[in-house]
């Protein structure tokens, strides 16, 4: 027999388990990036005192457009670019849409490209995210955490020191961290080393480079680091933690027509304005006593 104090029960663990599931964000999977103290390469790169994990993937159009949807209603900090929605054939980049006016934004995945990598974006946007992942995504605040916003200034954390603590931090991958995952071997073959390419190879692997068009991430299947992390090479240009004056570093090559096989060697890095556009994403990084998966 149905009563209204069954009706209430019901209704309560109903709404329980919306706040559980609107309480759990799209939380980029990572893989675990072990062999502590490696020595760096002969770049000067890769070298890492720590254990972390690191995306499997770049930050996808479906994690990215949760955070849009959580925290840019109004979107008072640039979060959105419009031309993440541009349907022209030889524009049509990007992968979400936005509705709505200012105070009232909605976000939504464009058909078939949610796992492609979000584009337009620029490294405060990158940074902000991670805020907002670990101040525990839903409404999270954007402006403090291990990035603090101030006066049009940004203020970055210490990767060594988070990496010590018992909480999750997230954070842009720092240079040596990227380099590290995309190009470190333990197993590899004489001794624990460095390869040219991501993938683990000397030679260039496969990967999505000018073609003119994003992919989903993963799709090179057999392209994988030592570690486990997809399209280091390829797909879009990734930022990482390194900035030098007014510019940060990027890394990896993207499918952008020119862009060609070298972009991807371990020896070519860039350090560029912080900018929107159509070939520059990014990934994260999770520091700390974690069981993120």
Known sequence: MTTWKNVSALLLVVCLLAVAGAAQAAVPETVPVANPGNAADTTGYGAVAYEYRIGKYEVTNTEY??????VAKSDSHGLYDPRMA???EDQNYGGITRKGWSGNYS???????????????????????????SNGAGEGDTEKGNYTFKWGEVKGPDHAALA???KTQWVIASEN???KAAYYDPDKSGGAGYWTYPAKSNSATDANL?????????TYAGAASAYGTFDQGGNVWEYNDNRSG???????GSFFIN??????????RYDVLSAKWPNYGFRVVALGDSETK
């Open 164 to 166: 010590t603590g018992k």
């Open 86 to 88: 541009t349907e022209q």
């Open 65 to 70: 457009c949760e955070f849009l949807n959580a």
């Open 259 to 268: 862009d060609h096989q070298g972009y991807m060697r371990s020896a070519t």
């Open 107 to 133: 976000y939504a995945v464009k058909p078939g490209k949610g796992n492609w990598p979000v584009n337009y974006v620029t490294w405060e946007s990158a940074a902000r995210y991670t805020n907002w992942l």
């Open 210 to 218: 000018n073609s003119n068009a994003p992919t989903a991430v993963g």
């Open 246 to 252: 007014d510019k940060v570093g990027l890394r990896g």
């Open 177 to 179: 961290e990227w380099y």
